[in-house]
């Protein structure tokens, strides 16, 4: 196992052990809002620095990007380590049983290794470049679709930018006629490794953030998952609209996307 994996899953665990117990006393659970539909729990940024404290004791000259403290430049900028703690914090905060911690470890501008780890199930998803993806270190790969009929897809509404409601409804809609049911599950980076174990077969979001899906899109990848953008390319990461399933999958999906969608996110 690549060293670095082995710190994030370390990390991963941590964190992840720790969002569970807060469960156990949910009164002190502290929410407040950050943006348009976004919230942040006091336990986000304490998984946060537990994850960014273990790191650091390995690799101390690392650069981390976190969704809660942002960018912290380190002396390697070369290395750089993309951390959501709580990839899920409205289903968290409702108490719903599906979130989700996930890193992942950038270098020279390529994610090398990921894992997503859910707490609840005890449930691990890993992936290093080139070696495949791994659920509890047993080997897992996409679905080989022919056609959408008889698939469920997963997808996330865009309920932070409620300006595109009206194209990704009508999106939403077409695939419906080809399909047999989709999951909203609330947790991009989960959708990503079900992607990949073959648990959904298709997905499908737009208006992500590279620390939704950093760690997601190489296990999907590894897992045999084509992954593009709304527009067919591979600008994923920076738009943060995101395509994924077989190769087959992603086309028949495109379809829709590309008939449905407005031109402000055709991309």
Known sequence: MHPMLNIAIRAARKAGNHIAKSLETADKIETSQKGNNDFVTNIDREAEALIIDTIKASYPDHTIVAEESGLTEGKDSAVQWIIDPLDGTNNFVKGIPHF???????????????????PMLNELFTAQRGAGAQ?????IRVNQLKDLQGTVLATGFPFKQKQHSESYMKILSALFVDCSD???????ALDLCYLAA?????????????WDMAAGELIAREAGAILT????????????????????????ILKHVRENGNEAILK
């Open 198 to 210: 073959g648990r959904v077969d298709g997905y499908f979001e737009l208006g992500l953030k590279p």
């Open 100 to 118: 989700s911690v996930s890193i992942a470890v950038r270098m020279n501008g390529r994610t090398e290794v990921a894992c997503v780890y859910d």
């Open 182 to 188: 989709f999951r909203r599950q609330g947790s991009a």
């Open 229 to 252: 953008d709304f527009a067919g390319g591979t600008e994923y990461m920076k738009s943060g609209n995101v395509v994924g399933s077989s190769a087959r999958g992603v086309k028949a």
């Open 135 to 139: 659920l509890n270190n047993a080997r």
